[in-house]
C-alpha cells in the first residue's frame, strides 16, 4: 500500500516592499521606506499595503509637493488615518478605510493584487 502525504497548498506570499513600492505615488527616499518597512511585522506590512491602495487615489489627486513621501508614511502609520471624504465613494457598497487589527495572517485582497497587477502592466 502506497501513502501517499497530502501537503497542504503553500500560503500567499505576503506583500513585499515591491508591492508597497509599486503603490505609492511619490517614489523618493527609498532607502529610508524600506528601512522603515523593515520594521514593520507581517499584519502590519499587509495592513500597510491595502492602506496605500486606498490612499493612492488621493495621492493621485493631490499636488506632488503635498503628498507625504513614503518612509514617513509608513513611520507615522499614516495608512490608518481617516481618508478624506472626497476620496470615499458615495455608494452604500464603499466604506472608508478603517483601521482594523488584522490577524497575524491575511490574505491580500483581490482589488489590491488586481492593481499592483494592472501597475506593473501584467494585466
Not at 32 to 60: C, F, M, P, Q
Amino acid at each position: 500500500m502506497n501513502v501517499v502525504p497530502i501537503t497542504p497548498p503553500d500560503p500567499e506570499p505576503l506583500p513585499s516592499f515591491d508591492d508597497l513600492w509599486t503603490l505609492v505615488v511619490k517614489k523618493c527616499r527609498k532607502y529610508e521606506t524600506r528601512l522603515e518597512w523593515n520594521k514593520l511585522d507581517e499584519a502590519e506590512r499587509l495592513a500597510a499595503v491595502i492602506g496605500a491602495a486606498s490612499w493612492r487615489r488621493v495621492w493621485l489627486r493631490m499636488e506632488q509637493q503635498y503628498i507625504v513621501d513614503p518612509c514617513r508614511w509608513l513611520k507615522y502609520r499614516r495608512w490608518e488615518d481617516e481618508l478624506p471624504a472626497a476620496a470615499t465613494s458615495t455608494h452604500a457598497s464603499h466604506q472608508p478605510a478603517v483601521a482594523t487589527p488584522l490577524p497575524a495572517r491575511t490574505a491580500m485582497p483581490d482589488g489590491v493584487r488586481q492593481m499592483l497587477a494592472k501597475l506593473r502592466g501584467k494585466a
